[in-house]
């Protein structure tokens, strides 16, 4: 609880946030309804319409558990034009120090790397206004970029981007990110070691309470009943590709009780979507996000999910849905590189399956065997998962220990 009156003010800029279901929004969302209840005056500026769907509209102005909440129009257009993302970005950055360098008794601004350019605006306002920046590092750019081929690392954009980053970081007055690898490249980028903080982002277990088959209407409403269920739910991207496992579902259509469920949005779906229409397989369903107040349904709904990492994304994104699966005591099939974050609490763990990009017959071969897999061994590893979320990475202890550093050193 700050000391001096009046009530200091946190500015957070995220251009999603609730209800939005992306995740970078309910995690802002986590933090800036601890701030408020810590006693600060906590103002969220975010995009009036939803991130991966534009038709939804929110309120310009609410006050949601104590935050005061302010929606900008025209910073939203949806995800599939990347030019229209980078004009929604800029007009959302334009606004935000418009609204910012005039909030009063401003003491820190939080902001994240999504979207990506939004530090920009953090840093104006926190250098007009005088106060400290908190920067989350969600992902990572131009490094994303580079690995995903649009653009060469001796790329003059890549030189001034590494240079905005390394003013980003040198001003920042506290660093998150949010894995080991994801640290080891940011300081690459400069050394920031001694405000650098590694901790990973947090399960919403309110939301993901485990539901058995027999008591789940999503299961029935599906026809999920006598069904082994591999999930992929959230953000389809082109950075988490999901070809290995499609291959590997056409070729596993003679497993009769076998279904392979992906559920979410995103520029990744399409790969999805274009499977099921090009071979109208018995055994791959596609469907979009699910409501919050329906997450626990549906992800209890599989037996095993699925979590993917890009071959090059190691340390440039973080494998997020590997903890709502643990929340939710299930196995993982990892798909992806080893060593990574997901791999290392993989092997660790004795948390599931791991099978690499492009193989497709280790994944045939892994899959089988989690399908024979005994139903009490398979609750056993998610009863060990489980109990990682509930003993140390649990929503409670990791947001006040990351509201912790929001408030060291914000100045009256």
């Not at 492009?358 to 398979?378: E, H, M, N, S, W």
């Amino acid at each position: 609880m700050p000391s001096d009156s009046p009530t200091k003010t946190i500015l957070i800029l995220s251009q999603v946030y609730v209800p939005d279901p992306a995740s970078v929004g309910q995690h802002m969302a986590d933090v800036a309804t601890e701030m408020a209840r810590r006693g600060y005056r906590v103002v969220v500026l975010a995009a009036n319409r939803g991130y991966n769907d534009p038709s939804m509209k929110y309120p310009p102005s609410e006050v949601l558990d104590g935050v005061e909440v302010r929606r900008i129009p025209l910073s939203s257009f949806g995800k599939r034009s990347i030019p229209m993302r980078l004009l929604a970005s800029a007009s959302f950055l334009i606004q935000c120090v418009l609204r910012g360098v005039v909030t009063r008794r401003l003491a820190c601004v939080l902001v994240s790397t999504s979207p990506p350019m939004c530090s920009a605006a953090a840093l104006i306002i926190a250098a007009i206004r005088g106060a400290r920046v908190k920067y989350w590092v969600m992902d990572l750019n131009p490094d994303q970029m580079i690995a995903m081929g649009w653009i060469k690392a001796s790329s003059p954009i890549v030189k001034l981007f590494d240079w905005f980053n390394r003013m980003v970081l040198r001003r920042a007055s506290d660093i998150i990110t949010l894995d080991r690898f994801m640290a080891e490249r940011v300081l690459r980028k400069l050394d920031v070691s001694e405000k650098l903080h590694v901790m990973p982002p947090w399960p919403h277990e309110d939301h993901l309470e485990p539901v058995r088959h027999e008591d789940n209407p999503f299961r029935k409403e599906h026809n999920l009943q006598d069904k082994f269920v591999i999930m992929y739910s959230g953000n389809h991207s082109v950075c988490t590709p999901l070809r290995t496992v499609l291959d590997a579902a056409l070729k596993l259509q003679d497993e009769a009780s076998l279904v392979f469920m992906f559920i979410g949005d995103g520029t990744g779906k399409k790969e999805v979507d274009d499977t099921i229409e090009q071979y109208r397989p018995n055994n791959i369903r596609s469907l979009p996000y699910q409501p919050l107040s329906r997450i626990k349904y549906s992800l209890s709904a599989a037996e095993v999910h699925l979590v993917v990492v890009g071959d090059t994304e190691v340390g440039i994104r973080h494998p997020c849905k590997i903890y709502g699966a643990m929340a939710l005591a299930r196995p993982i099939l990892l798909l992806g590189p080893d060593p990574c974050h997901a791999s290392d609490l993989l092997h660790e763990s004795r948390l599931g399956w791991h099978i690499q990009h492009g193989d497709v017959d280790g994944a045939i071969k892994a899959i089988r065997q989690i399908v024979q897999t005994d139903r009490k061994q398979l609750a056993k590893i998610g009863d060990r998962a489980r109990r990682i979320v509930t003993d140390q990475l649990n929503q409670k202890t990791l947001c006040a220990k990351f509201c912790n550093i929001v408030e060291r050193e914000i100045q009256p």
